[in-house]
Structures are given as C-alpha cells and as structure tokens.
C-alpha cells in the first residue's frame, strides 16, 4: 500500500533556479492537492487538481505552476524560485466524498 | 477574526492524562469536520472525520463539534508517549475543495 509518494524528500537549490516537486499517488483518487506549510501560517493551499487536466489556484499559487497530465502524478514546479519559497510542501489526494490523506512531504530549501 | 483558531500550546501531560484539543471557526457554512496528527518530519495523517454536530469515538479518540458554538474538540484518553505530536484541525463546506486548517497544538505526553 504505497498511498502518496513524495520526492525528492529533501532539495537545495539557488534563486532563479527552477525546481520541480513530483507527486505519486497509487489509489487512483481523483483529487489531488499541493499545499506549503510555514511556521506561523500553518497549510496553505497552493493548487489543486480535480481530475487529468483539471487544475485550480488556491490560497498562495503565485510564483508555482502545476500539471495533471496523468491521474496519478501531480507535479509542481517552480519556475524561477526565491527564498520565500523555502518551505515544507505536502502533496494529498482524495476520493469523491472522503477526506484528504497526505504525503510526507519535501523539504526545500532556496539559498 | 481568522477563519479558524487553535491554541499552539505547546501542551504537556503525564501518560494516562486525558486530553483535550480545541478549534473555533467563524465560517457557520463549514460542514466537514477533521483532525490531523502530524509527527515530526512526516505528512498529517487523518485521525478523525465528522460531518455536521454530534460526537465520533474511534478506539481512545473522541470527536465532538458543536456547530452552534461554532467549536470542535478532540479528547485522547489513556493517553502514550505515541501520542506526541502536533494536532491539527481542519474544516471545509460542503462543494469547496479549499480545506482550511488550524495552525495546530503541539502536545507532548511525558512517561
């Protein structure tokens, strides 16, 4: 039962550089989610992606970009990063009617 | 006034201790209700899923909301060293995907 699979686990890159963040779930849920969390701010909602090629800004989408071409994976990218990108990001999916379940995250620091 | 509001704690109990956690929301449109456990350096995982008022047991957790007061809980009975973490609650209406967090208290049971 491998669930949402997450990686890297850890990344260290530098401003402008772009990163990509990758997302695997094995449940075939529809749903999927990128969040941020930040001490002080909690989980925030980046994007979320309702089904392939279905894909929707949440609370904080500025300066990342998603995609959805497979139900699957759900990457997010940033595209030039800066140091307030530095955060924790978990990815989560979910089925119809049910809540969400999390990965375990991927560490990012931007120097 | 934030949409939802939980006690950071930190929070420090002897093992057998009953617990207590706490959320206030202001949004009376919210219908879903959750908590998240979160060790250290993983993603949250789902402990409890309640729809609308009323109470939800699972094993040592006990789930209440009371939609009037516009306030949830979380109770851990018997509680273990296991059980240190940080617990999150977290909310969302009927129709939205947007899952809107506590910033989470911090609960430490000591042996």
């Known amino acids: 039962d491998a669930g949402i699979t997450q990686s890297p686990r850890y990344k260290i890159t530098e401003t402008g550089r772009q990163v990509t963040l990758m997302c695997h779930q094995t449940w075939s849920h529809s749903y999927m989610f990128w969040y941020r969390q930040d001490l002080g701010h909690g989980l925030r909602l980046i994007y979320y992606s309702a089904a392939a090629d279905i894909t929707d800004k949440g609370e904080v989408p500025d300066g990342y970009v998603v995609s959805r071409s497979k139900t699957e994976n759900f990457p997010l990218t940033l595209e030039s990063a800066t140091r307030s990108q530095t955060s924790v990001y978990f990815c989560?999916?979910?089925?119809?009617?049910?809540?969400?379940?999390f990965g375990d995250g991927t560490r990012l620091s931007i120097l | 006034q934030k949409e939802v509001e939980q006690d950071p704690g930190p929070l420090s109990v002897p093992e057998g201790a009953i617990v207590s956690l706490n959320c206030t929301y202001s949004n009376s449109a919210f219908q879903y209700f959750m908590w998240y456990r979160q060790y250290s350096r993983k993603g949250p995982e789902l402990l409890m899923y309640?729809?609308?008022?009323g109470n939800k047991e699972d094993g040592r957790f006990t789930a209440q909301v009371d939609k009037s007061s516009k306030y949830i809980s979380l109770f851990i009975r018997d509680s273990q060293p296991s059980d240190s973490a940080t617990y999150l609650c977290a909310m969302i209406t009927g129709g939205s995907e947007k899952l809107v967090f506590g910033k989470g208290t911090k609960l430490t049971v000591n042996p």
């Open positions: 989560a999916s979910r089925s119809s009617n049910q809540p969400q379940h």
């Open positions: 309640t729809y609308s008022s």
